[in-house]
């Protein structure tokens, strides 16, 4: 009996090595190939929310991160990153979140030129009701849309509201407090930037390994 418990084992410790080995092998191969997906859909989303016209360097490659919790919604650093053209600084990519979704944290990222004009803002991820919240995604709507030309004229600017608080930008049939979010998270990103230009586009490059 003993005899045979060690037989088994020695079997099941011998699958188990073989199975993690199997997965370390898996890992080592694919990870690879999931970090040039990650980086390919990073440079569509930063095309999007920064013109081409306005920069000339690699985006992902000029990444810094920042931390304001006021601004950015988060005590974690967020990246952001820096455009350029003919060595000038143009503009900047913000990631930031709005901690103040209907059904949680929603992140995004805002796209701003030298004037503070907002370029454009992509939302990265969220867990908003679909049919209602999900309307601030470009599969679903182009609400998002909105932003893009818009400035930020200081924290008093009542346009940066949904129309239900006052303010210019639609809010959504049934799901007022998705969008009344995204609004606040983009002007207080827009805010941050245009108080700190200076000293954002001074900051180390230091993504790397984040």
């Known amino acids: 009996m003993l005899n045979a418990m060690k037989k088994n084992g020695g079997i099941l410790a011998i699958f188990a090595l073989l199975s993690t080995s199997l997965v370390a092998v898996t890992h080592l191969m694919t990870a690879d190939k999931i970090e040039e997906q990650q980086q390919k859909q990073l440079l569509k989303i930063l095309n999007q929310v920064v013109p081409a016209a306005n920069h000339d360097n690699e985006l992902y490659k000029s990444c810094t991160l920042l931390t304001n919790e006021a601004a950015l919604g988060t005590t974690t650093p967020m990246p952001a990153y820096i455009a350029e053209k003919n060595g000038q600084k143009t503009g900047m990519a913000i990631e930031a979140i709005a901690p103040d979704g209907y059904s949680g944290a929603i992140k995004l990222i805002v796209g701003l030129d030298q004037l503070g004009v907002v370029t454009g803002v992509r939302i990265l991820s969220h867990n908003e009701t679909p049919g209602l919240g999900d309307k601030i995604e470009t599969r679903v709507s182009n609400w998002i849309d909105s932003f893009t030309g818009k400035k930020v004229n200081g924290a008093d600017d009542a346009r940066w509201a949904v129309r239900k608080d006052?303010?210019?930008?639609?809010?959504?049939?049934?799901?007022?407090?998705?969008?009344?979010?995204?609004?606040?998270?983009?002007?207080?990103?827009?805010l941050y930037y245009q108080n700190n230009q200076a000293a954002l586009f001074a900051q180390p490059l230091n993504c790397q390994g984040e």
Request: hydrophobic share 40%; glycine share 16%; proline share 4%.
């Open 166 to 190: 006052g303010g210019e930008f639609d809010q959504f049939t049934g799901a007022t407090i998705t969008p009344r979010a995204v609004v606040g998270a983009v002007k207080r990103v827009s």
